[in-house]
């Protein structure tokens, strides 16, 4: 398939994606009433665009290979499921192999962040060797917590992370344990990758982060997506961090197809965003406040981040215009003290290593590193008027985002009740790891400066 067919492709299976995700219905576990979920398995051979490959969809293929009235490649282009340009006996073949759970190859879509444009995502096709049994996984807090709630831990063999930011102890201790493969979650150095395929001829995938940053580099000893692909091993970009409960959900159906593990990656997409539709339901009508976020010191993030993501979908008007840079440090963007661009919250999602402390042990985040990271934002209104607030940066996104509704919308969504939900998606998916009413994930500004 040539570079203009391709790309012609990967905005048809898009379109139809969007086009499906609102009329696809999942049951919910353990009850009998049905949950419309906004997410798509992204995966050639999904010919419905639903969540799962079935026999639906092996129909759907024979009647577009026949040429049955109303069945073309142009209505469900994800019916090409060799993603060859046309649908034929191969593709029922490669379908029916899926269903028989015999090894294949798959062809799904990948994405790369670009951060400042008003199409965030480019979207490719890539191919993977499926089912994947073994793999090298990003250290970063939320891809962490993804592989946790699907339950794949055991599936990835060998992580990457910055020193400075390690895996939680508490939370993921067999993770902490293990050397990193790269000086960051960003970069892997080529000798430890070799060096790690060598040990365990299992892994044959890396799964990273959509942002185009990750897996870029080639210098000092570093490999790039390419030279992974090289070495044989698929390269899977997922939106681990996002907010949005369609693009989450549909970074958890494309793990979970890959690692078999579809039921976990269902119950936990239904789940989030029945929690989301609640919230909406509780703010729906309340004034939108001003707000900017920040996950690192004397700096705001754009509007392009994930941040400015969680404080939207927890209700604030996000008040940093679009920028190249994927934070914007004060020191060097004055005008972000102007007028125009002043929030009346500015919400901090700090991680632990970050504030040199932990948020899982209680009293580990210390009140003078709390306060130090607070001041950082003393010549903002949002300072002067006791309303920089802080939350963790590696706790689970939803809580995330509760605990800033907690924040700009205390008289709708109380602390009590935030806590509450991020005690539930603990216990049904982080194994109840950690026990929220012992620990403090919400700082308003009084209580930081507290002596």
Known sequence: MDPKTTKIAVVAVIAVIIVAAAAVVLTTSGKSSSTDIDAALEVYGNADADYKIDKNDLNIIKKVRDSEEGYNLLKYP?????????????????????????????????????????VRYNAYVVDTKWP???????????????????????????????SGSPPDKTLYPKFAEMESLGGSTTA???AKVIEAVAADPTITAVITADNKSYLSSKTDGKIDEDGLEEMGLDVIRVKHAAVDPEEFGSALLLLGFLYQ???NAKDAAVWIKNVYEELDKKISNAVQPKVAATSSGAALSTLFSDYADAATQAGGKYTIP????????IAENQWLLNDEFQGEYIIQMRTGTGLHGSWYVEDGITKASLQDATNDYKDFKAYKNHKVCMTSGDIPIVARVLYAAYFLHPDLVSLEYADQVHQEFVDKFLGGTYKV???????????????
Do not use: P
């Not at 192999?97 to 798959?106: H, Q, R, S």
């Open 261 to 263: 593990v579809e039921s």
């Open 322 to 329: 679009a920028n190249a840079s994927a934070s914007l440090k």
């Open 78 to 118: 994800l019916a090409d499921a060799n993603y060859d340009g046309e649908v034929t006996d191969a593709d029922v073949e490669l379908v029916q192999k899926i269903l028989d759970k015999k090894e294949c190859t798959v062809y799904h879509v990948n994405y790369k962040t670009t951060g400042k444009t008003d």
């Open 437 to 451: 009413a012992g620990l403090h994930f919400a700082y308003t500004f009084d209580e930081i400066m507290e002596s």
């Open 188 to 190: 892997l150095t080529a």
């Open 132 to 162: 994947i049994v073994n793999s090298i996984g990003n250290g970063a807090a939320n891809a962490l917590i993804l592989y946790t709630i699907l339950g794949i831990e055991d599936k990835i063999a060998a992580i990457n992370y910055s």
